[in-house]
């Protein structure tokens, strides 16, 4: 079994800067291929980034490319996304994701542990 445990989020003005991690126990995080997700009120959860075993490979959604890079740190088994050039429609709870089989996908349902979620506010 896998714990997820996110944090660093918080409520930011438009064009500032967070940054999440995804602190992994349970199982060394280097088997695992990592990601992160979100959910804003109304809205499905979406794909916002992931990360290959290595870190080698990253792979983002259309909307945050640019702004938001994923990384990894195994030897402290966390995941990060640090968060640029904020914008209102940002705002969600960010859930971190991992894939035992280390599979890196954008999709949600491939994933077998999620983390609790943590709030991220962006204010226009």
């Known amino acids: 079994q896998v714990q997820l445990v996110e944090s660093g989020g918080g409520l930011v003005q438009a064009g500032g800067s967070l940054r999440l991690s995804c602190a992994a126990s349970?199982?060394?995080?280097?088997?695992?291929?990592m990601a992160w997700f979100r959910q804003a009120p109304g809205k499905e959860r979406e794909f916002v980034a992931a990360?290959?075993?290595?870190?080698?490979?990253?792979y983002y959604a259309d909307s945050v490319k640019g702004r938001f890079t994923i990384s990894r740190d195994n030897a402290k088994n966390t995941v990060y996304l640090q968060m640029n050039s904020l914008k209102p429609e940002d705002t969600a709870v960010y859930y971190c994701?991992?894939?035992?089989?280390?599979?890196?996908?954008?999709?949600?349902?491939?994933?077998?542990?999620w983390g609790q979620g943590t709030q991220v506010t962006v204010s226009s």
């Open positions: 994701a991992a894939d035992k089989s280390a599979k890196v996908t954008a999709f949600g349902y491939q994933y077998d542990y």
């Open positions: 990360i290959s075993l290595s870190g080698g490979s990253t």
């Open positions: 349970g199982r060394s995080s280097r088997t695992l291929a």
